[in-house]
């Protein structure tokens, strides 16, 4: 399989292990098998800086809403992905500190819980600084849009506005709001699960699957993430694994059962386009 050409910020490099075949052991390389457990119930919030520097690079979710009062709020949070296409559903995960007067809501919270409603608009390296700053303690009815110099555009089907500067844009709706518990009893933050009832792309960063679908062209979009303590990360260099193909799934399994004395008792259900088990 021939490499796409490199882009304008994208270089595109061959897998890791090219010549990995289906059974082969990849191992580790870190010199020993000792690992290091973390009990979150016993460690609390000190788990943060772990955990967040663990399941990494994080999509960013930075998200504006509105209260009941119209008054906004534009915040990054990378607790967040996207959970299904159909329906097309979003998850946000918000956290709270006993610091925090409303009862240690953050104000994404507060604002969601009144009115149901927000924009996600996703991050790319023209404008990191400026949603960076959205994150900074202001005091409480301050209009970060404002303090960051971004600039709001009307949305289509919720009142939230979107960020003028974000090429893709998420209007979504709350469908269920999960309280999180943690093992002393305490309340310490909400999951939140919004519908995506509009998904905006701007033109000059769409482009074209080889089916012909609606893709974002990861080149001009320069999507920024979201690592450990203080640190973001680029995407510059891409690699392609192409899905195993039925020739190569059957031999696999046919050595496997081989190996094992079972038989074939499930059926495999069928790939999607850019799915990734």
């Known amino acids: 399989m021939s490499k796409p050409h490199d882009g304008k910020n994208i270089h595109f490099v061959d897998p890791p292990h090219p010549n990995w075949k289906p059974g082969d052991k990849l191992s580790h390389q870190l010199g020993s098998d000792n690992y290091i457990g973390l009990k979150p119930e016993e460690l609390g919030g000190d788990l943060y800086p772990a955990l967040i520097s663990a399941v990494c690079p994080r999509p960013i979710g930075f998200v504006c809403c509105l209260n009941s009062k119209g008054q906004r ?27 925090r007067e409303g009862g240690g809501m953050k104000d994404f919270e507060q604002y969601v819980r009144e009115t149901g409603e927000f924009t996600v608009n996703m991050i790319s390296d023209w404008f990191v600084e400026a949603a960076n700053f959205t994150c900074g303690a202001f005091d409480a009815g301050v209009d970060e849009m404002d303090m960051s110099g971004l600039t709001p555009m009307p949305s289509v089907r919720v009142k939230p506005p979107r960020v003028k500067e974000s090429a893709v844009q998420l209007e979504c709706k709350v469908k269920h709001i999960y309280d999180t518990t943690n093992s002393k009893g305490v309340t310490t933050g909400a999951i939140i699960i919004a519908e995506i009832l509009l998904l905006h792309i701007h033109e000059a960063v769409a482009g074209r699957s080889p089916h012909g679908k609606t893709i974002v062209d990861i080149d001009k979009y320069e999507p920024i993430a979201r690592l450990g303590g203080l640190f973001y990360c680029r995407v ?3 690699f392609e694994l192409p899905r195993p193909n039925e020739e190569q799934i059957s031999e696999r399994q046919q050595e496997y059962y081989e190996q094992t004395g079972e038989s074939a008792k499930h059926a495999v259900d069928p790939p999607q386009e850019g799915d990734a088990k």
């Open 236 to 238: 510059k260099e891409v």
């Open 73 to 99: 709020n534009l915040s990054p949070y990378s607790y967040f992905n996207v959970m299904n296409h159909d329906p097309a559903l979003c998850v946000l995960g918000a956290n709270r500190s006993a610091q």
